[in-house]
């Protein structure tokens, strides 16, 4: 599987520029051998699949060399007039930049889901890496028919991928709105006491038959913080506090150290009961000594039990929608990058028209580059290779060091970097 930024690029030339298409495989295949960027090992007896040509390659690579293979790209597709291949150009490589994006985003999504996710092309029944797949590239004639206009398949290449990137956005979607739910509920869980849900801190197993929980149309009992350093005097003096408090309605709860939340934090959690017109006098005394007054709580055995049930059932859908959402994401992309992948065959195609004309079949190569790998020093290989008898004009292009943009070169280059994430083994 190819790892994080790896980079492949896609070159193709005119076959009278550079002879048969066996036979500039087998030239650049010696040449980089010789450069020493690719070691003549073979890794697999893999067949170059392809229903426009029967040649049987065996890819070379080696893990620090650079992999080189035939990119299949139709020889015969559909285009209407030649001057609408210009616009249709414009196009698809917008559209690449769109597909590319969204293969991205689909896995970043899920690897954000399940880091351990493992993104796979679903090939003819077949189940492949990146990698292998363009090894084994060729175009999907029953669902973008050759008989077809190339635009229409290039349309329908793009309509599928936005339909399907509109589909996992609302999936993706739904599932931020439950997490958004579940984070409400934990909402201050990370709090002070001061700041946190009570229901969560005075649970029925705390707080016990809930006696000295006090709610009349003359009485309130509110929720006292105290520093546990001033526990003694506070339990000591807390009628003192304010004359309408009833006397020895103080209750002291033991908080287990589990549900106080990651901060530590030395408090002591009382109830006290007074009248209801003097709470906010109780409270200003209590706030000079730095003890805080919840006076908002109503304390209901049912909530707690209430609140847990909401909340395991929303992290029973949380985990339900979490694998559906990973399913979906690798799903997506494979079926993304294989839409990727023709898009970038149909680009070829057509540049390979406009450059080289009709009357001339055109070569095209993959090859993955490793990370170590000299550009510029590849470059050259294939420029040598491909640049020569171009009908655009080899010497116009190589001399222009100062730019790095693929379509000034004399030949076709196009390029694919399958994933941008660091995904775990």
């Known amino acids: 599987m190819a790892s994080a930024n790896t980079e492949y690029w896609i070159v193709a030339t005119s076959e009278k520029a550079s002879g048969s298409r066996d036979g500039t495989y087998s030239l650049m295949k010696s040449k980089l051998q010789q450069a020493k960027i690719i070691d003549d090992i073979a890794v697999s007896n893999l067949n170059t699949f392809s229903i426009y040509f029967q040649a049987i390659h065996t890819p070379v690579s080696l893990s620090d060399k650079c992999l080189l293979q035939v990119f299949d790209v139709p020889s015969k597709l559909k285009f209407g007039r030649l ?29 954000e889901v399940d880091p351990s996710a493992e993104f796979k092309i679903i090939w003819q029944r077949n189940t492949l890496s990146a990698d292998e797949y363009l090894k084994k590239f060729v175009w999907d004639e029953a669902k973008y ?65 809930g006696n000295g929980f006090v709610y009349s149309e003359k009485l309130n009992t509110v929720i006292c913080i105290v520093p546990r350093s001033d526990s003694p005097n506070f339990e000591r003096d807390y009628w003192r506090l304010n004359e309408f408090v009833v006397p020895t309605s103080l209750v002291k709860y033991e908080i287990p150290k589990d549900t106080t939340s990651n901060r530590t934090e030395d408090v002591a959690v009382y109830s006290v009961t007074l009248f209801r017109k003097n709470v906010n006098q109780f409270k200003d005394a209590c706030r000079q000594q730095k003890i805080v007054v919840r006076d908002n709580f109503t304390f209901d055995p049912n909530a707690f039990t209430e609140k847990a049930g909401r909340k395991a059932k929303l992290e029973a859908e949380k985990m339900q929608q979490e694998a559906t959402l990973s399913r979906i994401c690798v799903a997506a992309f494979s079926e993304c990058f294989v839409s990727l992948v023709h ?3 149909a680009n070829v195609y057509i540049e390979g028209l406009l450059r ?51 379509t000034l070169y004399p030949y076709i280059q196009l390029s694919l970097t399958p994933f941008v994430q660091f995904q775990q083994k």
Do not use: W
């Open 83 to 111: 001057d609408d291949l210009v616009a249709l150009l414009d196009d698809v490589q917008k559209y690449e930049n769109l597909i590319e994006q969204t293969c991205h985003r689909l896995e970043k999504m899920g690897l």
């Open 145 to 209: 028919a050759a008989t077809r206009l190339l635009r229409q398949n290039v349309e329908l290449i793009v309509n599928s991928v936005v339909k399907l990137d509109d589909e996992i956005r609302v999936k993706a979607s739904q599932f931020q709105e439950l997490k958004n739910q579940l984070a409400a509920l934990s909402k201050g869980a990370n709090l002070g006491m001061a700041n946190r849900d009570l229901v969560d801190v005075l649970t029925p197993d705390v707080v016990g038959n």
């Open 343 to 345: 898009m970038k065959a």
């Open 356 to 406: 080289y004309g009709t009357d001339t079949k055109v070569n095209s190569y993959v090859l993955q580059l490793p990370a170590k790998v000299k550009e510029q020093k590849l470059r050259d290989i294939i420029l040598e290779i491909m640049g020569t008898k171009n009908i655009m004009g080899k010497d116009y292009f190589i001399n222009d060091k100062q730019t790095d943009d693929e």
